[in-house]
Antibody, heavy 118, light 111 residues
Framework: EVHLVESGGGLVQPGGSLRLSCVASGFTFDNYWMNWVRQAPGKGPEWVAHIKHDGSEDYYVDSVKGRFKISRDNAKNSLYLHMNNLRADDTAVYYC???????????WGQGTMVTVSS | QSALTQPPSASGSPGQSVTISCTGTSSDIDNYNYVSWYQQHPGKAPKLVIYEVFERPSGVPDRFSGSSSGNTASLTVSGLQAEDEGIYYCSSNTGTNNYVLFGGGTKLTVL
């Protein structure tokens, strides 16, 4: 069965850093672009970043450029999101999600909550 | 870029059909055939129910159908069942580095 499991969320002060992880199972991880999508409380999802199969390309939504870095380790079937200079408006549930090449997110993890507050 | 526009709520009785709209611009919905729809139940991750405007992932009932015309996409749920209650989000490719935009969501209530 296909699974994505996120971890690493928590409470962090404004300006702080956090690293999220996502472990994939049940599919050939390095065949897919992978994404981070976040959802603030009571809001719709927001795509945050994605990374190519081999890690050679990565892209970000404007609001996180220069602060967040997506990476992957295909040997460990793992996806990461390094978040720096966190702000209150980064507070959200962060999901990792798979894209099978049609700009849809067909598999999602259960999410990990990130709260930025003093 | 602004989020895609969806009505905040929709409702129908069991067995009826309901259609949810999603309005974008010529830069997204009207320019690409990459509209998707997601169903979300409370406390759960979104679940893909429609991709590429009208395609259904395996396991999604054929009661779910999608269409698009101009800058508006639509999701129709036929033969409403209690388990169809939830929030539905549309999304579209934007053709920019901001990649994919989502709608604000429509809460579907089965009366």
């Amino acid at each position: 069965e296909v699974h994505l499991v996120e971890s690493g969320g928590g409470l962090v002060q404004p300006g702080g850093s956090l690293r999220l992880s996502c472990v994939a199972s049940g599919f050939t991880f390095d065949n897919y672009w992978m994404n981070w999508v976040r959802q603030a409380p009571g809001k719709g999802p927001e795509w945050v970043a994605h990374i190519k199969h081999d890690g050679s390309e990565d892209y970000y939504v404007d609001s996180v450029k220069g602060r967040f870095k997506i990476s992957r380790d295909n040997a460990k079937n793992s996806l990461y999101l390094h978040m720096n200079n966190l702000r209150a408006d980064d507070t959200a549930v962060y999901y990792c999600a798979r894209t099978p090449g049609n700009d849809a997110f067909d598999i999602w993890g259960q999410g990990t909550m990130v709260t930025v507050s003093s | 870029q602004s989020a895609l526009t969806q009505p905040p709520s929709a409702s129908g009785s069991p067995g009826q059909s309901v259609t949810i709209s999603c309005t974008g611009t010529s830069s997204d919905i009207d320019n690409y055939n990459y509209v998707s729809w997601y169903q979300q139940h409370p406390g759960k991750a979104p679940k893909l129910v429609i991709y590429e405007v009208f395609e259904r992932p395996s396991g999604v009932p054929d009661r779910f159908s999608g269409s698009s015309s101009g800058n508006t996409a639509s999701l129709t749920v036929s033969g409403l069942q209690a388990e169809d209650e939830g929030i539905y989000y549309c999304s579209s490719n934007t053709g920019t580095n901001n990649y994919v935009l989502f709608g604000g969501g429509t809460k579907l209530t089965v009366l």
